[in-house]
């Protein structure tokens, strides 16, 4: 009753992916090949790639995925393979189709490129990860080494990964192009943890409430969160209430609210930030 339903889940994610590969698309197609900027990630060795052997971008970047799709799925599910193959394929098209369709034209500035195709870059791999996918490439096996390393933060994973194609630009191409790559991938790195940071932000609520145990029950079970009860008193009615202590993260509330509301349609409900959480508070992955 208060999860999604598998046909909301279904649109939510055809968006993201379909707005997130239209943004990679336009970060590889329209910005990085036009300013003569670097990349990190598989976006970099198709770059290079392209730059010795005259190979299209999007073509390349398909054929260098099917070894790294044969060592996801291991790992990380047929799902995951699936929706981040559907991606490699259409941004493969796109990324190749693009500069046909929109002659791109490059900016005077490349520092504005860089910065612009950062943000570019982290909102649309911010769309596809909530989505359940990715870019593919190395963001697969930035993925593989997170599941098995959850003390490492994602976004760091992708960094360390670019700078090591850093080093194969900077031989194929020159400094600059390595230099304002560097900026691309920090912008797109803060972007990404921004983003994960908003969704992750942890919240605490106190309910003030008369059907506690139910509300407790379903918050476990759906949220996967555990529930402080106490007793409490109305000032103003002199009822005996039961109030309810929970940490959640920013993305769970509205799920949070919408349990309470339909529970206890009395139910009082107040939430506030806090600075950290030390202890036993597990942080969910956002994902639609």
Do not use: W
Not at 18 to 47: D, H, M, R, Y
Not at 121 to 138: D, V
Not at 238 to 245: A, E, H, I, Q, T
């Amino acid at each position: 009753m208060y999860a999604k339903t598998r046909k909301r889940i279904a649109v939510e994610t055809t968006l993201f992916i379909i707005a997130g590969t239209i943004l990679q698309s336009i970060f590889v197609g329209l910005l990085l090949k036009p300013n003569e900027i670097g990349s990190g990630g598989i976006v970099g060795i198709t770059l290079i790639v392209n730059e010795l052997f005259n190979t299209p971008i999007g073509f390349t970047q398909l054929v260098l995925n099917i070894p790294l799709f044969i060592v996801g799925i291991k790992y990380l599910g047929k799902r995951f393979i699936l929706m981040t193959g559907l991606v490699v394929v259409l941004s493969s098209i796109l990324i190749d189709t693009l500069p046909v369709l929109i002659p791109p034209t490059p900016l005077d500035d490349p520092l504005v490129a860089s910065v612009f195709s950062g943000i570019v870059s982290g909102l649309g791999l911010a769309l596809l990860l909530f989505a359940g996918a990715s870019t593919g490439g190395l963001d697969i096996l930035g993925k593989v080494i997170y599941t098995n390393n959850r003390n490492l933060s994602l976004p760091k994973i992708f960094l360390t990964q670019d700078i090591i194609v850093y080093i194969l630009v900077f031989i194929t191409f020159d400094i600059k192009a390595v230099m304002y790559a560097l900026v691309l991938s920090f912008v797109r790195s803060r972007t990404l943890l921004t983003i994960h940071r908003f969704f992750s932000a942890q919240k605490q609520c106190f309910i003030i409430c008369k059907k506690a145990d139910e509300i407790n029950l379903v918050i476990k079970q759906n949220l996967k969160r555990g529930v402080t009860i106490m007793d409490a008193t109305g000032g103003y009615s002199n009822d005996s209430k039961k109030m309810l202590y929970v940490v959640v993260q920013n993305n769970e509330i509205p799920k949070l609210r919408q349990i309470v509301s339909e529970i206890d349609s009395e139910a009082f409900i107040t939430v506030s930030e806090i600075d950290s959480v030390v202890g036993n508070f597990k942080e969910h992955s956002y994902t639609l």
